[in-house]
């Protein structure tokens, strides 16, 4: 990487109120940035801002952190976490921010981006991007109820037009929001066709808050290509920070990894998996993370395949060492084949 995007990313930002230490932030994932995952990344130092799975607004307020599986935490890391909520009604949605200021966590997330049907069918996630009145009320409601770093993460919306979330960026910052994340997709499209940057430095130039670049950065070339031609103020990485959590820390100093470093992330996720989950779904969360760890190794298709056959730990464990023990080879890029 190139010193000056090197320093950059390792260049503090004012989010709101806050101020967090570097450029390169974790993007919310359901199903893969729970509590284990992120004591897994925080092993390897971690990264700016880390955030939750999507939360439902309605569950929020009255949700258990020691039974729920998503808005769970270890109090440690609620000064660098943020928590991504979901809903389709502004006063909802105010009232699980207000937990969410209350429990200590950085700052609340709004998730304007989820396309996946059962989500935008209850008129939430990217379904909101359709009703520009109401996504912009909400984060006004929200506004008003908290005063931690507010965030919105939103993609181009339903049709494929530069216009579309540059108005929306508008309306996000005028109603209060503290930063953007922006994915620049349109909603029906679930990551198959790449995303198109261009977007985004359109909605950075339109806005004064901090906007995050997201979708498909996976290596450093990625990083510094999509800084240089957005001038986006930092940039939200999502499926690589599952295949290689340690990621962040290696583009912020530049350090090698050593090989084996992938051998002792599987093992210690199950760990970690185990330690938070009844063992039933952390097999099955273990077995969706596997997908993006297999995705960055040249025949990580048929590691895979054992991986899912696979009933216990033991032979979860076989399979890692199976693999391991034959020096596979990287892949430049993950498959995307595996990974969408
Ligand atoms: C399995 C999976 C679950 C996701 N869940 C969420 C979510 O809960 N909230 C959200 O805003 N985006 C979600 N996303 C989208 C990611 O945050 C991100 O925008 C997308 O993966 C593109 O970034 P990447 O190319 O760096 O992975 C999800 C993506 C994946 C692959």
């Given at each position: 990487m190139k010193p000056s995007i090197q320093k950059f990313i390792n260049t503090p930002l004012k989010i709101g109120n806050r101020v967090i230490p570097g450029r390169l932030i974790l993007a919310p994932m359901a199903g893969l940035t729970h509590v284990a995952y992120r004591e897994l990344l925080e092993s390897y130092g971690g990264c700016s801002l880390m955030f939750t799975e999507m939360c439902s607004a309605r569950s929020v307020p009255q949700e258990n952190r020691y039974v729920s599986p998503v808005f769970r935490w270890r109090d440690e890391e609620l000064p660098h976490l943020v928590c991504q909520i979901f809903g389709a009604d502004p006063e909802i949605m105010a009232t699980a921010a207000k937990r969410v200021e209350a429990e200590g966590f950085f700052g609340v997330d709004l998730n304007f981006g989820c396309s996946v049907a059962a989500i935008c069918k209850k008129n939430c996630g990217a379904a909101l991007l359709k009703t520009p009145d109401l996504a912009e009320k909400m984060v006004r409601d929200v506004r008003k109820a908290v005063s931690i770093p507010l965030s919105v993460k939103f993609r181009t919306?339903?049709?494929?037009?530069?216009d579309l979330p540059v108005e929306l960026a508008r309306r996000f910052e005028s109603a209060g929001a503290d930063a953007l994340i922006f994915h620049p997709r349109v909603a029906p499209d679930r990551r198959t066709r790449p995303p198109k940057w261009a977007y985004i430095r359109h909605v950075k130039q339109a806005v004064s808050i901090p906007v995050f670049g997201n979708g498909e950065v996976f290596t450093p070339e990625d990083c510094e290509k999509m800084i240089e031609t957005t001038g986006c103020d930092g940039i939200s990485l999502g499926r690589i920070a599952i295949a290689k959590p340690w990621v962040f820390s290696q583009w912020r100093t530049g350090h090698a990894v050593e090989m084996e470093i992938y051998r002792k992330n599987m093992k210690q996720i199950f760990f970690l998996l185990n330690k938070h989950y009844e063992p039933i779904p952390a097999i099955r969360k273990f077995k969706k993370m596997a997908i993006y760890n297999a995705s960055v190794f040249q025949f990580g298709h048929s590691f895979l395949k054992k991986i899912t056959r696979a009933g216990d730990f033991s032979e979860i464990e076989s399979a890692i060492d199976a693999f391991f023990d034959h020096s596979p080879a990287l892949s430049a890029r993950p498959n995307l084949n595996l990974f969408r």
């Open positions: 919306g339903w049709e494929d037009r530069p």
